[in-house]
């Protein structure tokens, strides 16, 4: 398995003033984003990994905070 697979960087975006950090690995042109119990990837392309890695967390927080207001949960 390819070193590189193995290797999570760090992320924090900030939303409504809420910091949410998650992790990010870039493999073979993709980058993935984990946070909570949520992951998301796309191809990064002429972007580079970290902005598109940014993208993702903010998305998949805004996917866990509308889940958690759905829920009643705080």
Do not use: C, Q
């Not at 992951?39 to 580079?48: E, L, Q, S, T």
């Amino acid at each position: 398995m390819d070193a590189s697979y193995e290797t999570t960087k760090e992320i924090e975006v900030e939303l409504n003033g809420s910091r949410y950090r998650g992790r990010y690995r870039v493999m073979s042109g993709a980058v993935i984003v984990y946070y909570e119990n949520e992951i998301k990837f796309v191809d990064h392309g002429m972007n580079g990994p970290k902005v598109v890695a940014k993208w993702l967390l903010t998305d998949l927080a805004h996917r866990v905070e509308a889940k958690k207001r759905k829920s009643g949960g705080s």
